[in-house]
């Protein structure tokens, strides 16, 4: 695209969608390959990089990361798609930086060296960081500032962590790193340096606040990338290195990660019911979905990160559904205020039945993703903690009259003069929605098919992080006191 003449838009996006869709593409092998029987790395792509500081250009997948590797392939496609018609300005620029980011969301999802991992991870922020501050609204450089300088600092101190690591172990590889033995002051020191990276990135409460302003501001494509991946590699991040490195820091301090959780949910959802721009609504409900995501990650059981595992995906689908559909009326009125909607239902009624399903979907509806997903998390969290649990679930009853109030006032009032005589959705946008609105009804109808791929890789998490966590805690005279005892009973 960069050698190619910036008058020839047509032949840049087609490039974009080839390369898109070949990507896509070339994630079906995966799929059919995988083996769900074991929790070992598969399709393994290991060089030695740069030999004087051990670092490797170490690639592979497992349960933990298949089904986020997938659904970025998914989501890039849908990007170049919703651009298509919509994106004016800066054209070559704009459809170059989305596969850019496309590049490095599939690379944080695939490095098993940590200081490849960093290169990908901070490689996704640049292009991002254009895409909100050149093509967003009218405030879009103090979003995109904001953006850029949280992420930055919480990747610096995960920078310190990772070098520390490196001095403790003489390796970033991933797998050679978890058969450290790391003192548990050193773990609390390291779980924090990465908390902070992870954290801003979900973004859990109280480091959460750029995440408004940056999808309210950014273009539909970046609000689909930002919703459906980018806040996703933070929890990614909680279960790829904080769990298996850090058990014992995991687990002292779950209760903290506990309640942020929760305080995220009820104050997400709190913040929801009282905005007035569309986009800005369903960005606070982000906060609350993935307060359910930390919720299940740190319940430390099967069914919590199993489900918040699957919340992932789950969130990524209808939220990026939501934000695309925000996005195709947005184009028409060139509005985001719900007031001045109103009516749309009788205006544009095929976008109103897409939106109606994918707002069951948030909110959680038994036979759509989201309830699964969040059946889950529940399960897991009464198992660890009741309160925590049964503050979430009163979460779930604010999703659900924030989200129904939102569409009654859209769709449902009467047909306001602004949105008269719009045209409904055309082929191009429905055949956006329908990848996502089949997978709203497939996960919450079989969710099997997708569990089944997470389960081998969740059970070996959780083995490691309470197997490793009670090993590591033994001191020397109990070990020796255990072997005397065992003896004895020989």
Known sequence: MALVNRRQEGLIKGIALVVSVFTMLLTIPLLRGFNKGTAELQFVEKYEWIKSWNIQYYLGIDGISILMVLLSALTAILCVLISWNTVKDKVKE???????????????????????????????????????????????????????????????????????????????????????????????LLFWLFFAAFAVKVPM????????????????????????????MGAYGFLRFSLPLFPQASLALTPAMLTLSAIAIVYGGLICMVQSDFKRLIAYSSVSHMGFVTLGIFSLNMNGVEGGLLQMVNHGVVTGALFLCIGIVYDRTHTRQITDYGGLASVMP?????????????????????????????????????????????????????????????????????????????????AI?????????????????????????????????????????????????????????K
């Open 205 to 232: 409460f109280p480091v959460h606040t750029w995440l408004p302003d940056a999808h309210t501001e950014a273009p539909t494509a970046g609000s689909v990338v930002l919703a459906a991946i980018l806040i996703k």
């Open 94 to 188: 704009f459809f170059i930086a989305l596969v850019l980011v496309e590049g490095a969301m599939i690379g944080v999802f695939c490095s098993m060296d940590l200081f490849l991992f960093y290169i990908f991870w901070e490689a996704m922020l640049i292009p991002m960081y254009l895409i909100v501050g050149v093509w967003g609204g009218s405030n879009r450089i103090y979003a995109a500032i904001k953006f850029f300088l949280y992420t930055l600092v919480g990747s610096v101190l995960m920078l310190i962590g990772l070098i520390i690591l490196y001095v403790h172990g003489n390796t970033f590889e991933l797998t050679k790193l978890m058969t450290l033995q790391i003192p548990y002051n050193l773990q609390l």
């Open 433 to 489: 929605l329908l990848p996502l609105l089949v997978l709203v009804f497939w996960i919450g109808v079989y969710p099997e098919t997708f569990i089944s791929m997470i389960n081998t890789s969740v059970t070996a998490l959780i083995d490691r992080v309470h197997g490793r966590a009670v090993r590591d805690s033994l001191t020397m005279s109990e070990a020796i006191k255990n072997l005397s005892h065992l003896s004895n009973l």
């Open 350 to 430: 095929i976008y109103s039945a897409f939106f109606i399903v994918f707002t069951f979907a948030s909110i959680g509806l038994p036979g759509t993703n989201g309830f699964i997903g969040e059946f889950l998390i529940i399960l897991g969290g009464f198992a660890k903690s009741p309160l925590a649990a049964i503050v979430s679930c009163s979460g779930i009853i604010i999703g659900a009259i924030y989200m129904l109030w939102l569409y009654q006032r859209v769709f449902f009032t009467e047909i306001n003069e602004k949105i008269k005589g719009l045209k409904d959705v055309n082929a191009l946008e429905i």
